[in-house]
Structures are given as structure tokens and as C-alpha cells.
């Protein structure tokens, strides 16, 4: 008999290497899988799941929109795209004039903030060394990796990689050339690494003294991960541009760019950019869904409160193996003494637990938003057998 992941090898190109699971169904933070094993599901989608699975709120408005309208196309629009663009516009501060661009992904949300860079008239970019911006040949030039953008270039040309949460090293880098400087406010693929509490406000000035757009990919730390809405609103900052995708849509793909004031917003005129799926009805359904049940709910807050929690629990406990827990709220790394990451996502599995190792020596959790106390509490509790069977 051939099994599922046979099939799969068969049938799907190998480029996500070999699937850790076949997943059935979920609900709240747990998944299960076709062999009715349950996990408690820290990776999250990798910190897409943010109302977690199943959630009633998320289901009755995919379910309300789809009997309604799925897709209209751009020519037209629907009130919930329009009730989606002023919630995005409302909740990340943005000043009058800020305007939404809907696509499907959180690299087309790049590639949008990339064209609108290139109408500045310059053509410098400056992103970090560690960044992750995405896949597609575009934001591919502005992702550091090696691995990721050897095979495929040449990329486009005028990225600059600086050391990140390196102010002088930014300040050097930017100058008459530089159209925008591209920063996350945590990396996250880099290990969920976190600058200095002063770094994007001196990002802010270096953009501003050289007359270049500071665009913040906000595509995971945004949407309540860290426990205010977007990461950047720590610093205190006014972005020109956002990115925002992955949680928007509680695992309905959308993706946004968000051009904070009218200047910014005026760079991209009728015809310059589209997409066909980009804002419909469906996905912005989802994303209000995610947004209603993220504030009536006080999920901030709670994010705030349990990641603050879980940190200090596995901080304080002194489990052998632990260096530290890096991160702000629901985005977090557990550091460890050796590069046994790789090992220890096979072990938690094996103890009912998905984590993702996002660095040979950090596990990475982005859970759903709504994860409890007691179920973070459970991953804790575990963790010194899951690095010991590891180790
Ligand atoms: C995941 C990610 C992207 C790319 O998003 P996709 O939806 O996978 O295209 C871009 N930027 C950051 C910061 C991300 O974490």
C-alpha cells in the first residue's frame, strides 16, 4: 500500500524537503494528525494561525462571505475590503492620508513596497543581514541569505545587507542613492532576534535625513505577535510603509501594504501595481474575523501576558541545555547550548508537541494567539526530557 507521504513524493515538488505530519483537523491549539496523534501546535502555521484552529469566529465569516461572495476581481469592490482597510489603517496609528494595498502573501506584499520604493525615483535598497523578506525573485534581493538567492541570481541590483540593530552600520550605508531601508522589528527567520529598544527610531532618522522610505516588514511580527499590534509601535516611530501578512488572515492567505501618510500614499497611481486575487471578500472577511475576535477578545494583552509568563517559566526553571528564551511576546526562541534544534523538533513531536527549529541552536514558537497559560505551561514542563532525548 502506498502511504500518504509516498504520495506526496510522487506528486509535489521536493523544494519543503519531506512533510513532518499528515494533519487531519484541528481545534484551538491543538492539531491532529491522520493517525489520531494530537499536538499541541507551537509553530502556529509559522505564526499564521493567529485565532489558532477552528476557531468559531473565523469559520461563521468564511462561511457567512462564501455563501455570499468568494471573489469579484478589482474592478469592483466589497464592503468588507473597504471595512478591512480602515481597521488595517486604524489599528497600525497611521496618519490621514494612509492608504491599503491588498495581495495575497506576504512577498507580494514586498514586491508592492518594492515598486513603491522605485517611485521615489532612486533605486538603493538597505535591509539587514539575517532579513527574511521572501521568495520571489524580487524580495529574494533583499533576504540575506545565501542559500535562498545564490541559485537565482543575477537578483535585482543596488541591496545593501548591513549588520542588523548596527546603527552606524545603517547610518553609513544610507545615503542621496537610497530609496527605502527595509527592516524587521524582530527577525524572525534569523532566530527571532531583537534589536535594541532605540534602533528603529534611529532608523527613523537615518531615513529621514537622507530623504529615503522606511518600510517596516511587519509580515511576522505583526497582527498582536508581540502583543501590540504591529512591532514597530514599541519604538514609537511612524514607518512611511508596512508589511503585514501571515496572521492578517488567520491562515487565509492576504497580504498588505500599508503607505502611511498622503505624500507615500501618492507614489503609486491608477495602473502602476495589481493583482487579481488581492483583497477578496473572502480573505478580508477573514482578516475582520481575525481583527474582531483579536480585540474583543484582549488577546494583546494576553499575548503579552502568557509569553512574559512562559519566558519566565523556562528562564527559571534552569532546565539543562537552555541558554535563554529570546523574543517578545507569542514570537519566541528558546536558545539552546548546542546546535541539537534539528534533534529536539523530532523529540517534542514524539511528546506531542510541534515546535520549528529556526536555527541549529534556537526553537522557535509563534503558537496561536489564543494558546493558554496551562498549554504553554505544558511545553515547559516538558522541555528538559525533550532536550535530554534530544541531546
Ligand atoms: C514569512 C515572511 C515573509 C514572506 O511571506 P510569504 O507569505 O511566505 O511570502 C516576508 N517577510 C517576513 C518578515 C516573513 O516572516
Same mark, same amino acid.
Given at each position: 500500500?502506498?502511504?500518504?507521504?509516498?504520495?506526496?513524493?510522487?506528486?509535489? &515538488?521536493?523544494?519543503?524537503?519531506?512533510?513532518?505530519?499528515?494533519?487531519?483537523?484541528?481545534?484551538?491549539?491543538?492539531?491532529?494528525?491522520?493517525?489520531?496523534?494530537?499536538?499541541?501546535?507551537?509553530?502556529?502555521?509559522? +505564526?499564521?494561525? *493567529?485565532?489558532?484552529?477552528?476557531?468559531?469566529?473565523?469559520? !461563521?465569516?468564511?462561511?457567512? %462571505?462564501?455563501?455570499?461572495?468568494?471573489?469579484?476581481?478589482?474592478?469592483?469592490?466589497?464592503?468588507? %475590503?473597504?471595512?478591512?482597510?480602515?481597521?488595517?489603517?486604524?489599528?497600525?496609528?497611521?496618519?490621514?492620508?494612509?492608504?491599503?494595498?491588498? @495581495?495575497?502573501?506576504?512577498? !507580494?506584499?514586498?514586491?508592492?513596497?518594492?515598486? &513603491?520604493?522605485?517611485?521615489?525615483?532612486?533605486?538603493?535598497?538597505?535591509?539587514?543581514?539575517?532579513?527574511?523578506?521572501?521568495?520571489?525573485?524580487?524580495? &529574494?534581493?533583499?533576504?540575506?541569505?545565501?542559500?535562498?538567492? !545564490?541559485?537565482?541570481?543575477? /537578483?535585482?541590483?543596488?541591496?545593501?545587507? =548591513?549588520?542588523?540593530?548596527? =546603527?552606524? *552600520?545603517?547610518?553609513?550605508?544610507?545615503?542621496?542613492?537610497?530609496?527605502?531601508?527595509?527592516?524587521?522589528?524582530?527577525?524572525?527567520? $534569523?532566530?527571532?532576534?531583537?534589536?535594541?529598544?532605540?534602533?528603529?527610531?534611529?532608523?527613523?532618522?537615518?531615513?529621514?535625513?537622507?530623504?529615503?522610505?522606511?518600510?517596516?516588514?511587519?509580515?511576522?511580527? #505583526?497582527?498582536?505577535?508581540? #502583543?501590540?499590534?504591529?512591532?514597530?509601535?514599541?519604538?514609537?516611530?511612524?514607518?512611511? $510603509?508596512?508589511?503585514?501578512?501571515?496572521?492578517?488572515?488567520?491562515?487565509?492567505?492576504?497580504?498588505?501594504?500599508?503607505?502611511?501618510?498622503?505624500?507615500?500614499?501618492?507614489?503609486?497611481?491608477?495602473? %502602476?501595481?495589481?493583482?487579481?486575487?488581492?483583497?477578496?471578500? &473572502?480573505? @478580508?472577511?477573514?482578516?475582520?474575523?481575525?481583527?474582531?475576535?483579536?480585540?474583543?477578545?484582549?488577546?494583546?494583552?494576553?499575548?503579552?501576558?502568557?509569553?512574559?509568563?512562559?519566558?519566565?517559566?523556562?528562564?527559571?526553571?534552569?532546565?539543562? #541545555?537552555?541558554?535563554?528564551?529570546?523574543?517578545? #511576546?507569542?514570537?519566541?526562541?528558546? =536558545?539552546?547550548?548546542?546546535?541539537?534544534? *534539528? %534533534?529536539?523538533?523530532?523529540?517534542?513531536?514524539?511528546?506531542?508537541?510541534?515546535?520549528? *527549529?529556526?536555527?541549529?541552536? +534556537?526553537?522557535? /514558537?509563534?503558537?496561536?494567539?489564543?494558546?493558554?497559560?496551562?498549554?504553554?505551561?505544558?511545553?515547559?514542563?516538558?522541555?528538559?526530557?525533550? /532536550?535530554?532525548?534530544?541531546?
Amino acid at each position: 500500500m502506498t502511504t500518504e507521504l509516498e504520495r506526496y513524493a510522487a506528486s509535489l &515538488l521536493p523544494v519543503f524537503g519531506t512533510p513532518q505530519l499528515v494533519i487531519d483537523h484541528g481545534d484551538g491549539a491543538y492539531v491532529v494528525d491522520t493517525a489520531g496523534r494530537r499536538y499541541l501546535d507551537l509553530v502556529g502555521g509559522i +505564526a499564521v494561525n *493567529a485565532l489558532g484552529h477552528n476557531h468559531p469566529a473565523l469559520v !461563521e465569516a468564511i462561511t457567512k %462571505q462564501a455563501g455570499q461572495l468568494v471573489h469579484v476581481s478589482n474592478f469592483f469592490t466589497t464592503p468588507a %475590503q473597504i471595512a478591512l482597510a480602515e481597521r488595517l489603517l486604524r489599528i497600525s496609528g497611521a496618519p490621514a492620508g494612509s492608504k491599503v494595498f491588498f @495581495c495575497n502573501s506576504g512577498t !507580494e506584499a514586498i514586491e508592492a513596497a518594492i515598486k &513603491l520604493s522605485r517611485r521615489t525615483g532612486r533605486r538603493g535598497l538597505v535591509a539587514a543581514q539575517g532579513a527574511f523578506h521572501g521568495r520571489t525573485t524580487g524580495a &529574494l534581493a533583499l533576504t540575506a541569505k545565501a542559500a535562498y538567492r !545564490e541559485p537565482f541570481e543575477p /537578483l535585482i541590483p543596488d541591496v545593501t545587507h =548591513v549588520p542588523y540593530a548596527d =546603527v552606524a *552600520a545603517l547610518r553609513a550605508a544610507v545615503g542621496p542613492e537610497t530609496a527605502a531601508i527595509v527592516l524587521e522589528p524582530v527577525q524572525g527567520e $534569523a532566530g527571532v532576534v531583537e534589536p535594541a529598544d532605540d534602533y528603529l527610531r534611529a532608523a527613523r532618522e537615518i531615513a529621514s535625513a537622507a530623504g529615503a522610505l522606511l518600510i517596516i516588514d511587519e509580515v511576522q511580527t #505583526g497582527i498582536g505577535r508581540t #502583543g501590540d499590534w504591529f512591532g514597530f509601535q514599541r519604538s514609537g516611530i511612524v514607518p512611511d $510603509a508596512i508589511t503585514v501578512a501571515k496572521g492578517l488572515g488567520g491562515g487565509v492567505p492576504i497580504g498588505a501594504l500599508i503607505t502611511f501618510g498622503e505624500h507615500t500614499s501618492g507614489l503609486l497611481t491608477a495602473g %502602476q501595481h495589481g493583482t487579481t486575487f488581492g483583497g477578496n471578500p &473572502l480573505a @478580508c472577511a477573514a482578516g475582520l474575523a481575525v481583527l474582531d475576535t483579536i480585540e474583543a477578545d484582549g488577546l494583546l494583552e494576553h499575548v503579552g501576558a502568557v509569553g512574559d509568563a512562559f519566558a519566565a517559566r523556562v528562564t527559571e526553571a534552569g532546565i539543562p #541545555g537552555v541558554r535563554g528564551v529570546r523574543g517578545r #511576546g507569542l514570537l519566541r526562541a528558546i =536558545v539552546l547550548e548546542e546546535e541539537i534544534a *534539528a %534533534q529536539a523538533v523530532v523529540t517534542a513531536r514524539g511528546q506531542g508537541f510541534l515546535v520549528n *527549529a529556526v536555527a541549529p541552536d +534556537a526553537l522557535r /514558537l509563534a503558537p496561536p494567539l489564543v494558546i493558554t497559560d496551562a498549554e504553554l505551561a505544558t511545553f515547559a514542563d516538558a522541555l528538559p526530557r525533550i /532536550l535530554e532525548e534530544a541531546a
